[in-house]
């Protein structure tokens, strides 16, 4: 029998859809794991300790503030330094183009997931990005410097990762923070920002021989860029998992296996 | 008897909702699946077997002309270009219209929409008009390439939740116009500044990034990436960057005019 049109082809209820595929997968797995990894966050930075050990660092307390800052932190022993460094990365997590898929349709349920229904509460409050608080997200840029800045504190740190008290050598914790270094500069540098700073402002590539340097810039950019979804999962995990790392090592859990030139393997 | 002529032919279950923009009911068709089939094979079986009033709008059937959008399984897809055996035969194929425009007949939709939206786009406006001399240079060339390849199906604007589901179409052009400004907006012949059409008018800021329109593009555009993040971030430039807006008030940077 027939029915009303709108009832049946209706698209404003959430989860109406007549897809037959496992479309709730992603938004599910994008919520339990940013959840999990935000209360590990917490968890980690509120303990402040645990998070060096010999040359290493841990990632969420980069740049070493406590060392650089020392009377700072012995007037305050209860900061942690992370508080201070933290809201860096998260900033630019929280307004990357990629995050903004994820946690639109992850958290906000708009829409859950591509011709599902969205929330209806949300559907009816939507306005984009065009209102407060979602026009924040337009300063990803600045975020993007800062977060290159951190980048470069991630690489200073791997480098210092390899002077041990018995000598210059190289651990698995070398290896653990020296990957996070690698992934969190892939993440960092394949971003939308810097693809429009580095030449896609530009109407003409050809225009002039800094304008062609920029395009071959962008161009080599935009190929990482593709892998901005990626690199935003893999360096989430590269940077808990040093973290992990360093804190069970730190806390006598774990022992690291180190290799000191000319002497030998020993351990942390 | 041979073995082939014994087995049974395997069939599809096909579900197509049938009705017009105030009535409908989805009906249920048995049809033959065929090597190579597609979901529009299936439906010109219907109709040439079960009721030949189904209507569904098609041409190329080389999914070139964009005509044959419809709802695969409730995806935004081309008709002629969803093969059967993409799909789960052991469950209905249900195939229903575009829901983010309104039903004429059956499959069909007034799409009309779309181009009322495209006629307010100000078109090409170049330096000048002696366009035999014109030299571009295929770095240039190649950005607005990727938009040209565009075929109108309006997949893009259907499965756009701003579109489909709150219904902004007064605030927002969607992505196939944010495609066609972007190809404007990066032309180095062009002349017009788009910018306040961009952020106002076409209202770049109501897309969230969810990238649907790229997952359903037929022919592989990413719109997302290589034209609404791009078009927001030139939006930003000028309207929304606290140190470019206070260079422009000391007088040293040139606002866009």
Redesign the interface.
Known sequence: MAVNAAELLRTDELGKTERNDIWWTEPLLVVSTLVIFSMYVFWAVTQNANFEVGPYLSPFYSPDLRHTFPALFAQFPWLSPAYLVLWIPLAFRGTCYYARRAYYRSFFLTPPACSVGPSQTASELYEGETKFPFVLLHLHRYFFILAAILAIFHWKHFMDAFFFEQGMGVGVGTVVVGIDALFLTLYVFSCHSWRHLLAGKLNCFTCGAFEKMRHTGWKNQSLLNEKHAQYFWLSLATVWFADVYIRMVASGQWRDVIYIFGQGFTTL | MSSSATEAKQQATFKV?R????????HTYTVPVEEGMVVLDGLHHIQANDCPDLAVRWNCKAAKCGSCSA?V????SLLCKTRMDAL?LD?PI?V??L?AFP?MKDLVTDVSWNYEKNKQIKPFTPKNEDTDNWEM?Q??AERAQEFRKCIECFLCQD?C??L???D?KAN?FGPRFMVRLASL????Y?TEDRLSFIKDTA?V????????CT??CPEDIKIT?NAI??L???V??EY???IQGLLKMLGLKKARK
């Open positions: 909702y009705g017009d923009a105030d009535n409908g009911e989805h709802e399984n409730g995806k935004p789960p469950e249900t229903t219209p829901r039903v240079y770095e240039d499965t939740h701003v489909r589901n709150h902004k927002f907006d990066m032309h180095p062009d209202g800021n109501y897309c969230n990034i969810t990238k649907c997952e359903v990436d993040i791009p927001k971030e030139r930003v430039d929304y960057d606290p």
